[in-house]
């Protein structure tokens, strides 16, 4: 899998990569082959496991290329598919963080749509939390909450968090 030819371009000219790193204007580090080496030393180690996964990530990070976790993913699910490891193994790169004109998250938080069970693998088979409560070491349930960011009050003494 460290073969050129199976490294997508932001991975190996990222200033040849997609749009999106293209305008960040993101390089090649100089130390990315040793970089690179232990990445797949780690996630080698992950396909290794009996560790359930599904990884989430937004396709315009601006924090960590996308491409990253799709390499990651076909790496898994290919060594694990060698293996005989029938682990399973889940992946969506979601287009947008944000919900709607009103809201503006970081790239970076497609954990908001993970927590909020609004990600569904790249099979459109299973759900993320539907996923996490589906493992036999789960314990948990789900259940949806109305949300609200908390507003500031009009004084400094409203904003005291007293512990009892």
């Known amino acids: 899998m460290t073969d050129e030819n199976t490294l997508p371009d932001d991975f190996m000219q990222p200033e040849a990569g997609s749009k999106h790193n293209q305008t960040l204007k993101l390089q090649r580090s100089a130390d990315f082959d040793a970089y690179l080496s232990k990445y797949n030393t780690w996630i080698d180690k992950i396909a290794q496991s009996k560790t359930p996964l599904f990884m989430v990530h937004a396709q315009n990070d601006n924090t960590i290329a996308s491409s990253w976790t799709k390499y990651a993913y076909k790496y898994i699910s290919t060594q694990r598919q060698q293996l005989e490891n029938n682990t399973p193994t889940y992946y969506q790169i ?47 349930t ?8 908390p507003l500031a009050g009009k004084s400094d003494q409203e904003n005291t968090f007293n512990t009892p």
């Open 94 to 140: 979601i287009d947008d963080t944000n919900y709607d004109a009103t809201t503006s998250w970081s790239q970076h938080w497609s954990w908001i749509k993970m927590l909020n069970n609004d990600v569904t693998d790249s099979t459109n088979t299973i759900k993320t939390i539907d996923f996490i409560t589906s493992l036999p070491t789960s314990k948990n």
């Open 142 to 149: 789900y259940q949806e909450k109305e949300t609200s960011l």
